[in-house]
């Protein structure tokens, strides 16, 4: 049955009530997710942290999900941050991560009925794969010892976007249609008008209010693009965003010179390179 609680059709007044709404909410997960999370389960003495990482790695949302767990329930003992699901497996154990994530709700079950917004959660995901497999290929490339965290935040740069798209479907499809009306808009100003914020100021709020990593938090933050691996994100997901239909887009060119500029290479070596990860 579709979820009673997605009848959010208005936005609410302002940043804090938004964070309120979503920071308790459930969080559905792709349905692979939940299935091999329990064929795992079933053989819960032989599966161990790196097994589980990988599963949950393609998930951007239950990727979320993990992270915001391991940061509640961090013993006092652990002073640094797990900034990676493996390290927070890791520092969780096996026996404790099964029990505390049980059989998952999945996308498929929590939208069902709702046609339009699974395909438009489904096409932020995968650009949010995109984006990681980007993000992640030019951290290796600039040797950055940071480069699972890069792929991490390429993957999460998003999920405010498909928090929107599972709580709040009808005002996700308000603002996908106000910018297919209007292709020049730019996307801050469409949130503004019918969400009364920014998606990328309620996902670094988010992130803070569930103690999220710092740095992956100071990764994820678009406003510090003067850091390269700040950069490295933001660019991976423009990328990801521009090509999601092709490589034909007219902002394709000014991708690959800025992105030229960040890994040290001539604008032709890069879009080489470029099509060399997609492929």
Request: hydrophobic letters at 60%; a negative charge; charged letters at 20%.
């Given at each position: 049955m579709p979820d009673a609680t997605l009848d959010l059709t208005a936005p609410l007044p302002d940043l804090g009530a938004w964070v309120a709404r979503f920071r308790g909410a459930e969080i559905p997960v792709l349905a692979q997710t939940a299935e091999a999370l329990e064929a795992m389960r079933a053989n819960e003495d032989g599966v161990d942290a790196n097994q589980i990482g990988e599963m949950v790695a393609v998930d951007p949302l239950m990727t979320l999900k993990v992270l915001a767990h391991a940061a509640a329930h961090r013993p006092a003992r652990v002073v640094t941050d797990t900034e990676t699901v493996t390290a927070a497996l890791v520092m969780m154990g096996i026996g404790p991560f099964f029990r505390a994530f049980g059989p998952q709700r999945s996308i498929d079950e929590h939208l069902a009925g709702r046609l339009e917004a699974l395909q438009g959660l489904d096409e932020v995901i995968r650009r949010a794969h995109r984006g990681a497999t980007f993000g992640l290929a030019f951290a290796v490339h600039r040797m950055d010892p940071d480069a699972a965290v890069i792929h991490e935040a390429a993957l999460l740069h998003d999920f405010a976007e498909m928090l929107l798209w599972c709580h709040a479907p009808a005002l996700a499809l308000r603002i996908r249609e106000a910018q297919l009306a209007d292709p020049g808009l730019r996307s801050s100003e469409i949130q503004r008008r019918l969400l009364n914020i920014e998606l990328p100021d309620l996902q670094q709020a988010l992130m803070k209010a569930w103690h999220l990593p710092e740095l992956l938090v100071r990764i994820s933050d678009d406003r510090h693009a003067e850091q390269a691996s700040v950069r490295n994100v933001l660019?991976?997901?423009?990328?990801?965003?521009?090509?999601?239909?092709?490589?034909?887009?007219?902002?394709?060119?000014?991708?690959?010179?800025?992105?030229?500029?960040?890994?040290?290479?001539?604008p032709p070596a890069a879009l080489q390179l470029l099509r060399s990860i997609e492929n």
């Open positions: 660019l991976a997901v423009r990328l990801a965003r521009h090509t999601a239909r092709g490589w034909d887009n007219a902002a394709l060119p000014d991708d690959v010179a800025d992105i030229a500029a960040l890994l040290n290479l001539a």
